[in-house]
């Protein structure tokens, strides 16, 4: 288990690796500088601009400085939000996604999961086509609309919430988590029946109830492990998907999060602040697969993790 | 001056509204808008044109000589009765977007300007109703030398946030900030109207120690880094000695051996310039003088009309020289920033908002009647629509495009004109025609472009698809932008000429034209103008016309290097004077971006700067102007901007204007009725 | 949808000869009686093939070309019509008429005809005044732009006058002197039927918007004589004048009231109504449909085919190899999508086929998992072992055994694909990277869904924009799930010979 970690551990570093330089060189392919606006500026000022947001001399020396910067912990400034630096940015701006993040992936679980299981159980009744039903409307409808209906029936029409913001829990946390969280949790649930429904007619589920044991015990102890895993694959991209996904979400409840700041970043071309929110992202995602894998080995002791 | 715009809003009323304004709002219309009234004063007039009566004598240029200050403060947009007492005073607006700095040497934006205008004062001032510039820190001046020297007096009380005097030096330091390399200042250029200003900030000032100037990469000796700035000393040159007068090209190519401390290198010549510190002999030479604590004397290299004007501009707002001393970059936080203006930054959390609290050290704190105000950051139109029928702010300065209709029938809902032209940039750069590369591009002919001018029906697209009140444009510089220039009637909307035209230029019908792309970037107003203007063209030509949407940074890279067709843009004047919209269209002008060049037109912007007298400034900016958007069209104007929001009734004390600038100082809060 | 519905190969005999004898019923033939069996998959089926028929067929099923814009009509409720003049915009005496300029009533009329057009110029202006609770005017702008304090005086048609006495309060009677104004029409921007002079209530409190538009109308009339394919002569009336006949006759479509061909009115009719810019939705829709099931089928092929045999080949082969590819997968994982895509329509253009390319490219990362996942827990199976002992080569346990045992889910993540994809595109056309081609900004369902929630006006209204083009939408994609689901049930070879 440990060997296992520790290779684990060296591939995620190599992964980032390779995610910064590709990343690196990708945003620096696309058209456009930082400093471009629709007026005109000063060719000896944009190179006193560059030289002061590290973005002067050739382009693998700036990617080596870069990288000698990345391993003190320096993220380098950010040419957009010309007071801060990118840690800080990141420092203020991730806690805040990963909350929201862990609202509606939870929240995505919790509805998925159920609805899921409840639904593979009584395959082909009511409550399965209804939470089919249900499921297919939530991956069908998308979130911008989702979210502002939302606003518009809860915060302007009855007024239990603000329309925007993430200040207050639980009360800001409601209408952005469950507007991100309505994908997932059909996908989940639609998963989690699909995974179900396969496992429940196996020679070792049959055995379980074969053996005499509770429905429950049945269901929990047996069906559950096997019939779960391609939700737990799921939860891996599921996750980064909730990250990137929170994008539209952080737009309409203004939530801010890493999301929206990694967009506008890339549309600016900050390329520092974009470069840090790939790495914090990347980090995230490696980690979440990491889980998934350790959690496979758990769930299922037949796979060999190599 | 509000009189002046008052009577021109009746002039206004002429043309085809005349009837509709009963004569009562004509010429007499007096204040009869004490704050009590919502409705702005009197907006900016739209002269209209031919209709114009008698338009105000040109005041350019001002008298020179001395001449007293305008006396600051105007009684009239004060509340008339202490009711506004009894109600919070707070007022929480949406500003559109994060913003990029609080440092004004490095600020380029108007949400920037919205906000330093609460924390800092520049020597002038936006007067709310005109927004021409009145006394700000600076309580009187004197004009003298024709109009090239300026001497300020600053206010006595006037008093940085941490308690210390505003003096003369800070404005002195605050400008040098500007103009010194570092930090690099995207709107550095808005000072070097001052003497020797502008070949300070590029180190070509003789006589002063030299220093790096820039791209010290290069010079790495020993594998130190020499810092841009740093003062060097010359140790040895190649070749030796260097010869006289050579070109910049051959300048490069000498390289010289610096000493800097222990650090030593060599550099290519042209990268070695004046020094730029603030003590130094270099900026000695800058026409900057702060002769006494109170006193700043400011030469210009020549008359501008507009200088008082360029004051109020965020590059020209101060900062407190040993703040910035002590925290460098980090001075500009909540809770390090100190300021001069009515307001002091309270708290700031970026992308959530800003909160700003009466500066009690503010000369004018008794006259400060808000007591807090909050910026939100929303960019996108819908969630901040949301938040304002929600009542989560009081003020937004734009509204949902998709929403017009109905934000339209918001009594909140406001729409004044606003200094700035929506147009259609034209490739105009000679290449041959894509299918045929014996002729040349059909929109190198301006015949073609006239036909696709005449072709578009400016008024539907205002009325139809716009929608918010813009106004249909034919000339350039937007009504409004100088008391004595009405704007230009250009070519009007006219299918049956613009046929002829195209077929006159070899086109019959849209025959042999080749596809013409709109390059637009993203953003839905855009994208629905330029599918109405590109079903106009098609419909009314007979031509194919393609769109092609890009993304901001892709769409600035494009019209930078002249790679489009057709591309959309917009302008927004610096100062109250045609020129900051016609200058750009000079021969390779860093803002021309259309490969346009019309000899007589350089001519006759270049005359502008020499010619005072009033009635000859006018006709010299009406000529180019008509070559601009009569026979040469190298844009395609198509409106002009209007400023557009939503504003409850309770906010008093904003004026619409046609700069949008809205002091804080003169806005209170005062539920109506 | 034809991959699983072709007979394949059935099972190999290695592993034939290893499970239990079942009657001569092939897997597929097997299948394909259960998906028969299942109501809610056929129905899916039907509304599939509905839609994908529409799509393929939308140049002859919609009414209008979907970009028309209308700028007389602009957006309009279900079920409207209006005289359809756009294409008769211009006659011509001396050019003969092509078919692009005739409407189809009259193309193919030859011999004389006549044709007869009541015309009605327009000149409008809009005013918009806040009125107080009090019935004092507090603001009046003008469409120009221009604001300010000012007292108003409308007049309306006969039965309709308002006046803004010198007190600031509304007068209901004609004025005496100062004139009434030269107002023929006064439109109340009101839906409901609000008796003349009284004033909607705004949303403020108390106080009124009213939205004058005012208009002057001239009727004139216009008689065209067509002979053969050409206009032989028009001839324009107005009152009080002469009729006097004319070369050119441009029609601007706000301009008429009525078009006439032998009495009969020509009117264009949008059952679902027009968006903003007048351009006829359920033509947009037809046409968006293509768009987005091109899309998505496109890129759907492309994650499927890439997805399901890397992932088939990295959970098979497992260790190294499974490590280096999923390492692959994670890299590729890492990288923010949306930079791709941008990157990509960057540099080939905001294309179609870019998009389809990036969301595929996307997409099968997902399905690589899915399937290695899946593959992971089936290769320890014992029919693997058998046919691995069998010695059947690599290539062919991996494609004839593992993969169709996984069908299942990939049919079911499929149907999430395809669904997934119309939402990725709708997300992009959400941050402003719609699809182009050729110079055209294509609409998909995305992008009219987006576009009608843009309109969708906080108190209800346009909300034929949204309602169309997402049910729509989410019908389409709910007949894609059921299908996966009737598809997963029929294919699952687990619950083979278990009935």
Redesign the interface.
Known sequence: MLRFLARRLAWTVLTLFLLVTITFFMIRLAPGDPFSGEKDLDPEVRLQLNKKYGLDGPLHSQYLRYLGGLLQGDLGPSSKQKDFTVNEILRSRFPVSLRLGFCAMVLALLLGLTAGIVAALRHNSPFDYASMAGATVGLAVPTFVVGPILVLVFALKLGWFNTVGFDVFPRDYILPSLTLALPFAARIARLARAGMLEVIHQDYVRTARAKGLLERVVVLRHAVRGGLLPVVSYIGPAMADILAGSLVVETIFRVPGLGWEFVTSAGNRDYMLVMGTVIVYGSMLVLFNLLVDLAYHLIDPRVRVA | MSRRSRSLFGCLAAGALAALLIASCGQKAGPVSGPGATGPAGAVGLPDGAATPAAPQATWPPQWGPQPAPTGWDKQFEPTSQEWRKHAQVLRFNNGTEIETLDPARMTGVPEHRIIMAVCEGLTMYHPVSSEPMPGAAESWVISDGGRTYTFRIRADARWSNGDTVTAADYRYSWWRVLAPQPPSQYSYMLFDIENAKAFAEGRIAETPLALHRDAERTQPNGQSLAVGEIVEVVKTWPDPLPENPSDEEAKKFSVEVKCGEKSGWVGKSLLRGAWQLDGPGFAKVGIEAPGVRTLVVRLSEPKPFFLEVLSHETSMPVHPPTVEKHGNQAFRAGVFVGNGPYVLKSWEPRVRMVFEKNPAYWGRDRVELDRIVAHPVENMEPAYAMYKADEVDWLMDVPLAKIDEVKLHPDYYVAPLMGTYFYRVNCTARPHPDDPSRPHPLTDRRVRQALNMAMDKKTICEKVTKAGQIPASGYVPPGTAPWYEPLQGLPHDRERARALLAEAGYPGGKGMPKIEILYNTLESHKTVAEAIADMWQQNLGITVGLHNAEWKVYLDQVDRIDYHIARAGWIGDYLDPNTFLDMWVTKGGNNNTGWSHPEYDRLIERVKEVGEPTKRRETFRTAERILCVDELPILPIYYYVNKGLKKPKVRGVHMNIKDMHPWQYIWIEPEE | MSTPAAPGPTAPPAAATLSPPVEGVSLWADARRRLLRNR?AMAGLVVIAVVGASALLAPWLSPSDP???R??V??TPPGSSHPDV?DV?LFSTDAPLNAREVPDHLVGLRGPHEVRLELRRLK?????A?I???GRV?????????????????AGPDEFFLQIG?DGHPVASPSAG??P??VHDVTL?VEEDLPPGFL?P???EG???L?VRRARARVETAQLRLEGDRVSSITVESPGERARDVA?L?VRGGDVRGLYLDGRPILARHLFGTD??GRDLLSRILYGGRISLLIALLATLVSLVIGVCYGAVSGYV???T??LMM?VV??L????????V??L???F??DIVVLFIALGAVQW??MA??VR??I??LR?REFIEAARTAGAPGYAIVFRHLVPNVL??VA?YTT?TI??IV?QE??LA?????V?W????LASW?AL???G???????G??SWL?LFP?TV??VS??AF??VG?GL?DAL?P??KG?T
């Open positions: 809610m970009e028309m814009h700028f007389f602009l957006s756009r915009a409008e202006e809009e005013y918009r806040v107080t609770r009090s507090k603001q009046l702008s003008l469409s120009e732009g221009a604001v300010g304090t000012a007292r108003v005086a409308v010198p100062g004139g104004l030269e921007a909607r705004g949303e403020g106080r009124w918007v939205l050119v441009e903003r810019q497992g260790g190294l499974d490590l390492r994670d890299i994982y890492g990288l923010p999508y949306i930079f791709l941008i990157i329509m960057v540099a253009g905001k990362l997902t998992r899915i996942g899946q992971l827990s320890e299942g889910v079911v999430l669904p997934a939402l709708s997300f959400f941050i402003g990277l719609g182009q050729e110079g055209r900004n995305g869904v987006k576009e929630m843009d309109s969708l006006g906080h108190g209204s346009h949204l997402a939408m989410s994609l709910f799930n059921f689901d997963r699952d687990q619950q278990r």
